[in-house]
């Protein structure tokens, strides 16, 4: 089992519309979560960090985390053709050292 | 603030030769990280360095990939012997190890072995 899993998608969305980006993680003592946004050609860039149950936004952007279900999602309201990109979830693993884990993305496509 | 630099932007280098790709953090950041992607895939962790502790070598793919980390600031990468299988976007990441552990990227390097 993979320690972090997203699907690759692509996720197509109309534009307006939420798009709905998830993530299951394996260790249970995970801590923190993140999403990071890569555009293709650049480097990923954060855009939100959770790390208590529950719902966080910004702008946008919500952040939902399930530590019992081990569920992390993102979700973009009225989503933009420059949304386009792929989302990066992104685990810190508990030990001695503090290596983040990152998924394979999820590759979203906004249509206009 | 100036964020995570790395250089150099692009690489072309012909396979048998060795390389060197540098990485300077955000002033502060005492965590480090390295990783590897390939086109289309998914981020491949080479190397983290903490502070002053002994680094995390558990994602180098071969003992042809080795990093240092000087005086806890500016790290360089080497890829001895390159090999074709080896051209990917390096990434570099800092962070503030005790704090949010919020990894802040760089614009990578392309390396291209011929």
């Known amino acids: 089992q993979k320690e972090v899993e997203q699907n690759s998608g692509p996720l197509s969305v109309p534009e307006g519309a939420i798009a709905s980006l998830n993530c299951t993680y394996s260790d249970r003592g995970s801590q923190s979560f993140f999403w990071y946004r890569q555009y293709s050609g650049k480097s990923p860039e954060l855009i939100m960090s959770?790390?208590?149950?529950g719902d966080k936004e910004d702008g946008r952007f919500t952040a939902q985390l399930n530590k019992a279900s081990q569920y992390v999602s993102l979700l973009i309201r009225d989503s933009q053709p420059s949304d386009s990109a792929t989302y990066l979830c992104?685990?810190?693993?508990?030990?001695?050292?503090?290596?983040?884990?990152f998924g394979i993305g999820t590759k979203l496509q906004v249509i206009p | 603030g100036a964020g995570v630099s790395q250089s150099p932007s692009n690489k072309v280098t012909e396979k048998g030769k060795d390389v060197e790709l540098r990485c300077d953090p955000i002033?502060?950041?005492?965590?480090l990280y390295w990783y590897r992607q390939s086109l289309g895939q998914g981020l491949e962790f080479l190397i983290y360095f903490q502070g002053n502790s002994a680094p995390d070598k558990s994602g180098l793919p071969s003992d042809r990939f080795s990093a240092e980390r000087t005086g806890g600031s500016v790290s360089t990468l080497t890829i001895q012997r390159t090999q074709q299988e080896d051209s990917a976007v390096y990434l570099c990441?800092?962070?503030?190890?005790?704090?949010?552990?919020?990894?802040?990227f760089g614009p990578g390097t392309r390396l291209t072995v011929l």
């Open positions: 959770i790390y208590s149950n």
């Open positions: 992104a685990v810190q693993v508990p030990g001695g050292y503090q290596k983040v884990t």
């Open positions: 002033s502060g950041h005492t965590a």
């Open positions: 990441a800092s962070s503030f190890s005790g704090g949010t552990n919020e990894q802040f």
